[in-house]
């Protein structure tokens, strides 16, 4: 194929991604609806991975608190091999009957909390153990998976089965099945952020100012919200930190 025959066919493959997920929203929905149950009681959630899947759980597991102005400890990325394997694979960590729990344990896990296993095919050793320990100490568990009934979705309390259908290049579930958990895991966070009421509207109140970027986006914020100019507006994020601390000290 030539360059652009590849590009077409590929793009062509991941449009179908978006009504594999639709099709999967009442399963998201029960997920989320425990996820929220969780945090709101003092409990985390958890993400646990191996490759592909382990790297996206880490990745929207620290974009949280930059988005959303909560704790690193909040929603935590497992991956297996450990923090060597986000960039590089490590043979064989992914076939670990124990490990996964291990990995788990480090964090004094308990039912309080609520772990979602990330697998494309759903049959990784790693993670399926992991929950398997989790289910016999009635920790609440979840999955996002691609394969229909796979040994992963029957160990997890709470499947969500994205069935995307073959990659266009065999196997290489980084493509389809690796955007449909980057979908889910969205969705997973940021509605349960906005039902924590970490956000406004469909504004970041809570997220954190860590560059000019944000900063001006920040005060435009507080701007719009109190119909303040821009110098006011300046001020007050420069005296209370935050968006949300400017507009409720700015409404006073």
């Given at each position: 194929m030539?360059?652009?025959?590849?590009?077409?066919?590929?793009n062509k493959e991941d449009k179908t991604v978006p009504l594999a997920v639709e099709k999967a929203l009442p399963q998201i929905e029960q997920?989320?609806?425990?996820?929220v149950s969780k945090l709101n009681t003092g409990g985390r959630l958890f993400y646990i991975g191996a490759g592909t899947s382990g790297r996206l759980g880490?990745?929207?597991?620290?974009?949280?608190?930059?988005?959303?102005?909560?704790?690193h400890d909040l929603v935590i990325g497992l991956i297996?091999?450990?923090?060597?394997?986000?960039?590089?694979?490590?043979?064989?960590?992914?076939?670990?009957?124990?490990?996964?729990?291990?990995?788990?344990?480090?964090y004094n896990?308990?039912?309080?909390?609520?772990?979602?296993?990330?697998?494309?095919?759903?049959?990784?050793?790693?993670?399926?153990?992991?929950?398997?320990?989790?289910?016999?100490?009635?920790i609440i568990t979840g999955c996002i998976t691609c394969n229909k009934?796979?040994?992963?979705?029957?160990?997890?309390?709470?499947?969500?089965?994205v069935v995307v259908g073959p990659e266009f290049l065999t196997g290489s579930s980084r493509m389809k099945a690796g955007t449909?958990?980057?979908?889910?895991?969205?969705?997973?966070?940021?509605?349960?952020?906005?039902q924590l009421g970490k956000v406004k509207g469909n504004k970041m109140i809570d997220m954190q100012l860590s560059n000019e970027k944000l900063v001006q986006r920040a005060i435009y914020m507080i701007k719009s919200e109190l119909?303040?100019?821009?110098?006011?507006?300046?001020?007050?994020?420069?005296k209370y930190k935050t968006v949300r601390n400017s507009i409720n000290h700015g409404r006073q």
């Open positions: 030539s360059i652009n025959e590849i590009i077409k066919h590929i997920v989320i609806e425990h996820v880490i990745l929207d597991a620290s974009e949280c608190p930059p988005t959303f102005g909560v704790s297996a091999g450990g923090d060597d394997a986000i960039r590089k694979a490590v043979e064989n960590a992914e076939d670990s009957t124990t490990q996964g729990w291990e990995d788990l344990k480090a896990i308990s039912s309080n909390d609520i772990v979602i296993g990330i697998a494309a095919s759903g049959t990784t050793p790693y993670v399926i153990s992991a929950l398997e320990k989790c289910n016999e100490y009635h009934n796979s040994p992963l979705s029957l160990t997890a309390k709470y499947p969500i089965e449909a958990q980057k979908m889910v895991l969205n969705m997973i966070t940021t509605t349960s952020m906005i119909n303040v100019s821009d110098k006011e507006a300046s001020e007050l994020l420069s």
